[in-house]
């Protein structure tokens, strides 16, 4: 069957019932998008299918053939989509393996909610990341849709009150 | 109910003939627990070099001709900051061009072909920057001295009337300058100056280390770049799935592989040790899909019959039983208690957790006829050296691992090596081919080495003005070094399940004096393996401790704060890092309505902490947690705003576990196999967390793991607040209350 990933025409000869993530990552051989839990519950392997934001350790590879497939190395050519750019001005990826679903979540979000709310936020972002970069990545969102301005968010993270002794 | 050891999942043992050196200095204390030595050994041929380049000014600097600055480190990176850190406090005495540094990860051969010249790998119990800070800033320091002195040869000049700023090299009287890529090559060649005669900047004189730079790492985490071990593809590779006894302690009887023979891309099954089967195939997910239809009988073992509740009554047992089991005994608290004015009294439980790092447990091996090499998300790359060794019989001298960057750590992966041990087993069966064993997430959480399971009785004594004058602890429950490291349990104390209530300051000392104080433990093992989980025992010792002070409060009707306070004068840095809190929080300052407050402060790995937490409870149980506050003193700060990251992810970490998680036990095994039935804390559950950092600047603490034991006693006495009920058993979920 062929696969349409980030513009690329791959012919696979792949199990039907094989779920996307694994033909991507296996035999497409992109491992940006990631295996957290196999169940559709982690997020880790989030991309976008026809723009629309999809698990894809749950879809079975045939669901997906001749269709428009986009994964985290298909976002931009050069780490320039906005919310790319918010991720790395505010450093937000701690050990980074769930970033790249974190990072399709958010694009998704704001390509339909360009200015999301803490509650937009709250309902759209249900990835999960064991590091705790809760904070960060609401901080991402909203740096990456004009909400707050980047060097206030940053200033914060870096004034450590500290009083010294 | 047995302590149970079975050699397949027992901390990595080597032991070596020749003249050895013990590794893993982590087993003291609260890191990871390890029991194995390594030989030094001249350098065998046809293994990985020694990494000695001819442009290594000394090991831990590399300076390019375009003035590029290398910094080594061999501690492992798990997104805490480390590799950043340490190359801070290297740059910082280098005086080279922050912009211009990169990081190289020597391997565990090349660190024990140069007798450990980079120091310990082991990167647990939040040592990564406290425990290299010295040596590492030295190796800067030695660096710089040697790039002048090449400078001051060139140009014929005393040293002393060279100055460097960035990487250029000034001659102060004719203003002169060069790159340090141009004179590299000659400082690679002088004598360094003796290390330990150096006099280190102060913390106050600091440009690079002290700041938020960025981190180092970040660029390929942001565009599906980055390569973790479990991304690793290499010619021939051949991948991996297992299936491990669901019961601990059981075997494998029989598996019948002609069933799956035939199935695509199946190229064997492998038993791997007595209670482990696997499947290799030329992707994982047909490895995967293969050894589901695998038939596999199992021997369940002597431990099919156990259940959280038997679990449970054993440790309530603990909780009653005679028998010498006391650890600091001050004046006579039983007496204390009996004869006071008033008693308070409570029983706190907590659960079996999960550690969950988001990449599950994998490595990739290649064992050849006489070499062997690994690819390991290692926290302990020596560990993982020493195992792949000893399960592939390829001489030491032989093997090689190269540290991956772990997608998450979190103590899970230290220690034990099991993966490795594992992966090696199968791949002895495909001589020279890759074998990358990757673990299913229901295998990653059925077969951890769990945060241990354990129950407090707390009683205590207050006389007729409501001071505290009797403290009596008992925890019941597994211990860590009974699983992984018997020989740490000194004279029959098991000390590190009593984490936080020391009587020794530097570690995880207890910030209360209190003038009959008794604290004791009673070891009650179960067959389920336990394991460091960040911040280890400080979790549930900071809950019992914390919540239980506050109890006492209540009963003294006194503030919580000020209870506090007023036992707290001989603990001056446990005092400060409160009022810090309780300043920036707030404290005492009134909340909207339906808002309450809660406070609490512990000590561990080395660091000071204290948080406050404002909650609000609807009448059915949902709690929201809208802010919290910490202080933290980790006596310096190499990086501001990356020490707030850790404490920011260790609220995520410890409002799910609190709230959350739960590991139980039915018929033997673990019943939760997945996040739907073992749910982690989402985006939607964090409240805004704010810090305060107050370095006292007279030791180095831990960054990592100590605020974790702060979050959830802050919360629970805000509920308590909220409420009028202390919630005593974990997690809260399966106590009506719910985190929104």
Same mark, same amino acid.
């Given at each position: 069957?062929e696969?349409?990933?980030n ?9 039907p ?9 296996e035999v497409?051989g992109?491992?940006?998008?990631k295996?957290? $839990?196999?169940?559709? @519950?982690?997020? +880790?392997?989030?991309?976008? %299918?026809?723009?629309?934001?999809v698990? =894809? ?6 669901a ?8 985290i190395e ?18 937000i990826?701690?050990?980074?393996? $769930?970033?790249?679903? @974190?990072?399709? +979540?958010?694009?998704?979000l %704001? ?5 999301? =709310?803490d ?5 759209a ?14 901080d ?7 909400q707050?301005?980047l ?6 993270y ?8 | ?6 050699s ?16 893993g200095?982590?087993?003291v ?20 070099p020694p ?45 080279c ?16 072909a ?13 040592r ?18 040697m ?28 203003n ?39 981190k ?20 021939n ?9 669901p019961?601990?302690?059981?075997k494998?009887?029989s ?9 695509r ?53 603990g909780?009653?039983?005679?028998g010498?089991?006391w ?10 208690i ?5 008693k308070v ?31 390991v ?22 093997c ?17 090596q ?17 074998i ?18 354990s ?21 019941s ?11 740490a349990?000194?004279?029959?104390k ?18 209360y ?17 336990v ?16 919540c ?5 409060a ?5 503030d919580?704060?000020?209870?506090r ?22 404290w ?17 790995y ?26 933290l ?10 020490v ?15 709230f ?8 033997g095994?673990v019943k ?14 964090i ?5 305060v ?17 702060v ?30």
């Open positions: 069957m696969l349409n990933v513009g690329v025409a791959y012919s696979v000869d792949v199990e019932d094989m779920p996307l993530l694994w033909a991507i990552r497409v992109l491992t940006g998008t295996y957290g $839990c196999g169940v559709a @519950q982690c997020g +880790a392997c989030s991309l976008q %299918l026809n723009g629309e934001l698990r =894809s350790c749950s879809i079975p590879v045939s997906a053939a001749g269709q428009k497939i986009t994964t298909g976002i931009s050519k050069d780490t320039s989509h906005a919310v790319q750019k918010a991720w790395l001005a505010l450093d990826p701690q050990c980074g393996y $769930c970033q790249s679903g @974190q990072i399709m +979540a958010a694009v998704a %704001l390509k339909r909610v360009p200015k999301p =709310s509650a937009d936020i709250d309902a972002m249900s990835n999960i990341c064991r590091c705790g970069t809760y904070q960060r990545i609401r991402g969102i909203h740096v990456a849709a004009g707050k301005k060097d206030d968010v940053l200033k914060a870096a004034n450590s009150n500290a009083t010294g002794v | 109910m047995t302590n149970s050891l079975k397949t999942r027992k901390a990595t043992s080597f032991v070596a003939s020749r003249r050895k050196f013990v590794l200095t982590a087993a204390g609260s890191g990871l627990a390890l029991g194995f030595t390594l030989p030094t050994y001249a350098w065998a041929e046809g293994a990985t990494l000695k380049t001819p442009d290594e000014v000394d090991v831990w600097v590399v300076v390019k001709p375009d003035d590029t600055c290398v910094i080594r480190f061999v501690r492992s990176e798990m997104g805490q900051g480390t590799r950043t850190g340490l190359a801070q406090l290297v740059a910082e005495e280098l005086e061009d922050w912009s211009k540094v990169t990081t190289q990860a020597p391997t565990a051969g090349q660190n024990i140069r007798n450990r010249v980079w120091g310990s790998m082991a990167t647990g119990g939040s990564g920057v406290r425990e290299s800070q010295d040596y590492v800033r030295r190796g800067g320091a030695v660096a710089r001295m790039l002048l002195q090449a400078a001051g040869d060139l140009w014929k000049v005393p040293v002393a009337e060279l100055s460097v700023n960035k990487g250029v090299i000034t001659h102060t009287k004719t002169k300058k060069i790159s340090y890529g141009k004179v590299a090559d000659a400082a690679a060649k002088l004598n360094p100056p003796d290390a330990k005669s150096i006099t280190l900047k102060k913390p106050q004189d600091w440009k690079i280390a002290g700041t938020s730079v960025h180092l790492d970040t660029a390929d985490k942001v565009n599906g770049k980055k390569v973790f071990a479990i991304d690793l593809k290499l010619p590779m051949l991948c991996a799935a297992i299936k491990q006894c019961v601990f302690g059981g494998v009887v598996y019948d592989e002609s069933k799956i023979k035939s199935m891309g199946v190229k064997g099954v492998v038993k791997v040790n007595d209670a482990t089967v696997a499947v290799v195939a030329d992707t994982w997910w047909r490895a995967k899909n293969a050894l589901e239809n695998l038939p596999i009988d199992w021997d369940l073992g002597p431990n099919a019959k156990v259940s959280s509740s038997t679990i449970s009554s054993a440790l309530s047992e909780l009653e039983a005679q010498d089991f650890q600091r005994k001050n004046g006579d608290a039983p007496a204390a009996t004869s006071a004015a008033k009294e409570a029983i706190y439980t907590s659960t079996f957790v999960a550690h969950c790092t988001m990449e599950p447990m994998n490595c990739v091996v290649k064992v050849g006829a006489d070499s062997a090499f690994a690819w998300p290692t926290q302990n790359a020596e560990a993982s050296l020493a195992a792949l060794s000893e399960a592939s019989g390829v001489p030491l001298g032989k090689d691992v190269q540290t991956m960057d772990l997608g998450g750590g979190l103590g899970r992966r230290g220690g034990t099991d993966f490795v041990h594992q992966a090696v087993a199968i791949a002895k069966n495909f001589p020279d081919t890759p990358k064993l990757v673990w299913s997430r229901e295998e990653d959480m059925t077969h951890d080495y769990y945060r241990p399971i129950k407090a009785k707390m009683s205590a004594g207050l006389d007729d003005k409501g001071n505290l004058v009797a403290l009596s602890v008992r925890v429950g597994q211990s860590i070094n009974a699983y992984l490291a018997p020989s349990i000194k004279n029959n098991d000390t590190r399940q009593l984490q936080g209530f020391y009587a020794e300051p530097g570690d995880a000392q207890l910030g004096t209190v003038p009959n104080l008794l604290t004791e433990y009673v070891m009650r093992n179960t067959h389920v393996p394991g460091p989980w960040r911040g280890v025992n400080t979790n549930q010792n900071g809950i019992y401790m914390e239980f002070i506050e109890e006492c209540k009963a003294a009707g006194r919580s704060l000020e209870f306070r007023a036992i707290m004068s001989q603990h001056p840095k446990h005092l400060a890092v409160l009022d810090a809190v309780a300043k920036k929080g707030d005492g300052k009134p909340l909207p309505p339906g808002m309450h407050r809660g406070i609490a402060q512990f000590m561990g080395g660091s000071y902490s204290a948080a406050t937490a404002e909650v609000s409870v609807s009448a059915s149980g949902e709690v929201k947690v809208h802010r919290m506050v910490f202080a003193n980790s006596g310096h700060f190499v990086n501001p705003s990356q707030k990251a850790q404490i920011e992810g260790s609220v995520a970490m410890a409002l799910s576990s609190v959350n998680e739960d590991i139980t036990i039915e018929n095994q939760e196999q997945n996040f739907t039935t073992y749910p982690l804390a989402r985006l939607k559950n409240p805004k967390v704010e810090c950092l107050v370095p006292s600047y007279d030791f180095w603490g831990g960054v990592g793991e100590p605020t974790i034991c979050v959830g006693p802050a919360v629970i006495n805000a509920i308590f607040a909220a409420t009028g009920k202390l919630q005593r058993e974990l997690p809260l979920r399966k106590h009506g209350l719910t985190l929104i």
